[in-house]
C-alpha cells in the first residue's frame, strides 16, 4: 500500500572535480555548478542536504557559492569525508585506505576531527549529518562519529556489498527504514539504545517481495553463477534488477519502479543522491558530455514529476527527515 505522504530526501555529496583519488592537482570548478542545480530545486521544493568534503571547504569561491546557496535556509551542509585528502595524512596512499572504515580508529578519528572543524570555520554551523567517501562506514567511524557530536548518518546502502571494493563495507542485509547505529555493533544491526541515527539510501528491487529477491541476487552474484553472468542476464532479461535511487545510475522508470516498490515494503522516506561533480561535463564517469548532463536534469525532472503523481511529497533534508523519525540534530 502507498502511503499518502512520503518524505523524500535529496543528498548531494559536494566534492573535488578529481574522480581519481587524487591528493595534489585537486580542484572544486565542479562547486559552480550548484547554482543551477540548486534554481531547479528551489522551483521543484527540494531542500537539499550539501554532504561536503574537506577539499571543498577549503577553497574560498565554493564556500562562498554553498553559503549563498544555503543562505534561505532550505538547504543543510552535512560532512562527506574522503580520507585519502582529508588531514592528517598519517597512512600510506594505498587502495584499501580509501575506505575510512579500513583506518586505525584514532586515525578515522583525527580525520573527523579535522573535517568537522574545517566545515565549522567555512560555515559558521557546526555540521551533524554525516556521509563517508565510498559509503566506508565501519563500528570505529560510529565511535568517532558520536565522539564528534553527530547525530546522523546517511551511508548505507541497502542491499550492497563493497567487500570487493578495496575491502569496503557491506551493507547486505541493513534494513531499508531508518534505525540506530551504535558503535559496538556491525552497521546493518539497528541498535535499540543507539544515539546515531541512520537513514538509508534507497537501494532495492525492480520487484518484490525483496526478501525473496534480496538472497536470490546474493546467490546469483557468487561463483559458480557470477561467472555465467546470471545477474546481469536476469536484469536484462527484465526478471528482475536491483536499482538505485540517483539519476546518474538509473532511468526516469527505474526510479519510479524503485519508489513504488520501497513504498509498498513500508518504507516512508525515499532518499535520492547524486555527485556535484556529474553536474560538470567530462569530470564523472555519469556525465562524460553536455547532453549527459541534460539527461540528468531531464531525469531529475521526471523522476519528481512522477513522484508527485504517486504520492504526496514532502521533501526534507537529511536533519529535518531526521526529526521526523525521532531523532533531530542538537544545536
Same mark, same amino acid.
Given at each position: 500500500?502507498?502511503?499518502?505522504?512520503?518524505?523524500?530526501?535529496?543528498?548531494?555529496?559536494?566534492?573535488?572535480?578529481?574522480?581519481?583519488?587524487?591528493?595534489?592537482?585537486?580542484?572544486?570548478?565542479?562547486?559552480?555548478?550548484?547554482?543551477?542545480?540548486?534554481?531547479?530545486?528551489?522551483?521543484?521544493?527540494?531542500?537539499?542536504?550539501?554532504?561536503?568534503?574537506?577539499?571543498?571547504?577549503?577553497?574560498? #569561491?565554493?564556500?562562498?557559492?554553498? #553559503?549563498?546557496?544555503?543562505?534561505?535556509?532550505?538547504?543543510?551542509?552535512?560532512?562527506?569525508?574522503?580520507?585519502?585528502?582529508?588531514?592528517?595524512?598519517?597512512?600510506?596512499?594505498?587502495?584499501?585506505?580509501?575506505?575510512?572504515?579500513?583506518?586505525?580508529?584514532?586515525?578515522?578519528?583525527?580525520?573527523?576531527?579535522?573535517?568537522?572543524?574545517?566545515?565549522?570555520?567555512?560555515?559558521?554551523?557546526?555540521?551533524?549529518?554525516? #556521509?563517508?567517501?565510498?559509503?566506508?562506514?565501519?563500528?570505529?567511524?560510529?565511535?568517532?562519529?558520536?565522539?564528534?557530536?553527530?547525530?546522523?548518518?546517511?551511508?548505507?546502502?541497502?542491499?550492497?556489498?563493497?567487500?570487493?571494493?578495496?575491502?569496503?563495507?557491506?551493507?547486505?542485509?541493513?534494513?531499508?527504514?531508518?534505525?540506530?547505529?551504535?558503535?559496538?555493533?556491525?552497521?546493518?544491526?539497528?541498535?535499540?539504545?543507539?544515539?546515531?541515527?541512520?537513514?538509508?539510501?534507497?537501494?532495492?528491487?525492480?520487484?518484490?517481495?525483496?526478501?525473496?529477491?534480496?538472497?536470490?541476487? #546474493?546467490?546469483?552474484?557468487?561463483?559458480?553463477?557470477?561467472?555465467?553472468?546470471?545477474?546481469?542476464?536476469?536484469?536484462?532479461?527484465?526478471?528482475?534488477?536491483?536499482?538505485?535511487?540517483?539519476?546518474?545510475?538509473?532511468?526516469?522508470?527505474?526510479?519510479?519502479?524503485?519508489?513504488?516498490?520501497?513504498?509498498?515494503?513500508?518504507?516512508?522516506?525515499?532518499?535520492?543522491?547524486?555527485?556535484?561533480?556529474?553536474?560538470?561535463?567530462?569530470?564523472?564517469?555519469?556525465?562524460?558530455?553536455?547532453?549527459?548532463?541534460?539527461?540528468?536534469?531531464?531525469?531529475?525532472?521526471?523522476?519528481?514529476?512522477?513522484?508527485?503523481?504517486?504520492?504526496?511529497?514532502?521533501?526534507?533534508?537529511?536533519?529535518?527527515?531526521?526529526?521526523?523519525?525521532?531523532?533531530?540534530?542538537?544545536?
Amino acid at each position: 500500500m502507498i502511503p499518502s505522504e512520503t518524505i523524500v530526501v535529496v543528498s548531494i555529496d559536494t566534492e573535488e572535480d578529481n574522480w581519481s583519488r587524487s591528493r595534489d592537482g585537486v580542484t572544486v570548478e565542479n562547486i559552480g555548478e550548484l547554482r543551477r542545480l540548486a534554481r531547479c530545486f528551489d522551483r521543484w521544493g527540494v531542500r537539499p542536504t550539501y554532504s561536503t568534503a574537506y577539499q571543498v571547504a577549503i577553497h574560498q #569561491r565554493a564556500v562562498e557559492t554553498l #553559503r549563498d546557496i544555503c543562505a534561505a535556509g532550505t538547504a543543510e551542509i552535512a560532512a562527506h569525508l574522503h580520507p585519502w585528502n582529508t588531514p592528517p595524512l598519517a597512512e600510506p596512499f594505498v587502495s584499501r585506505n580509501s575506505m575510512l572504515k579500513n583506518l586505525p580508529a584514532d586515525l578515522q578519528l583525527a580525520k573527523l576531527r579535522r573535517l568537522t572543524a574545517t566545515l565549522e570555520e567555512a560555515f559558521d554551523v557546526r555540521p551533524r549529518v554525516f #556521509r563517508a567517501g565510498r559509503f566506508g562506514l565501519g563500528p570505529d567511524t560510529v565511535a568517532a562519529l558520536l565522539h564528534c557530536g553527530y547525530r546522523v548518518d546517511s551511508s548505507v546502502t541497502p542491499f550492497m556489498s563493497w567487500e570487493g571494493v578495496d575491502d569496503g563495507p557491506t551493507f547486505v542485509g541493513a534494513p531499508l527504514v531508518p534505525y540506530c547505529l551504535a558503535p559496538d555493533r556491525d552497521v546493518r544491526q539497528p541498535a535499540p539504545d543507539g544515539v546515531l541515527l541512520e537513514i538509508p539510501l534507497s537501494y532495492g528491487f525492480s520487484r518484490g517481495p525483496f526478501s525473496f529477491w534480496g538472497p536470490t541476487r #546474493r546467490v546469483l552474484e557468487a561463483a559458480p553463477f557470477r561467472w555465467l553472468h546470471l545477474a546481469g542476464l536476469a536484469a536484462r532479461a527484465g526478471v528482475v534488477e536491483r536499482l538505485t535511487l540517483s539519476p546518474e545510475l538509473a532511468s526516469v522508470a527505474d526510479m519510479l519502479t524503485l519508489s513504488r516498490r520501497l513504498l509498498e515494503h513500508g518504507v516512508r522516506h525515499l532518499h535520492l543522491f547524486c555527485h556535484s561533480p556529474s553536474l560538470k561535463p567530462g569530470l564523472s564517469p555519469f556525465a562524460a558530455t553536455v547532453s549527459d548532463v541534460a539527461r540528468l536534469y531531464a531525469t531529475l525532472e521526471g523522476y519528481l514529476e512522477g513522484l508527485s503523481r504517486m504520492t504526496r511529497v514532502a521533501f526534507a533534508t537529511v536533519s529535518e527527515a531526521a526529526a521526523v523519525f525521532g531523532t533531530a540534530p542538537s544545536a
